[in-house]
């Protein structure tokens, strides 16, 4: 089992960028793969970004690509989501989420674990 704890949301102008972090508990975090996710208000959970166990595969939404970044240290049991460019559709709250698998899945039903999540809000 894992817990996850994300930190970093907060407001920002558009154009701007944030650096969201995920930290998780247990000693086996590299078997997981790690994926953002986020919520606006009034709409569905959506994919943003995925990346494989040992970091070396990632995947993105269409709409952020060349915007973010995600990237994991497994060392550290972190994972991060790098925002540049901030539009104020970003607006949402961000979920990281875990699964003990290997398929980089976009379903959100997939993820098994889910941390409490942060707010980033990006003003026009």
């Known amino acids: 089992q894992v817990q996850l704890v994300e930190s970093g949301g907060g407001l920002v102008q558009a154009g701007g960028s944030l650096r969201l972090s995920c930290a998780a508990s247990g000693r086996t975090f590299s078997i997981y793969v790690m994926a953002w996710f986020r919520q606006a208000p009034g709409k569905e959970r959506e994919f943003v970004a995925v990346i494989s166990r040992s970091g070396g595969s990632t995947a993105y939404t269409d709409s952020v690509k060349g915007r973010f970044t995600i990237s994991r240290d497994n060392a550290k049991n972190t994972v991060n989501l790098q925002m540049n460019i901030l539009k104020p559709e970003d607006t949402a709250a961000y979920y990281c989420?875990?699964?003990?698998?290997?398929?980089?899945?976009?379903?959100?039903?997939?993820?098994?674990?889910w941390g409490q999540g942060t707010q980033v809000t990006v003003s026009s």
């Open positions: 989420a875990a699964y003990p698998g290997m398929t980089l899945t976009r379903n959100p039903n997939t993820y098994s674990y």
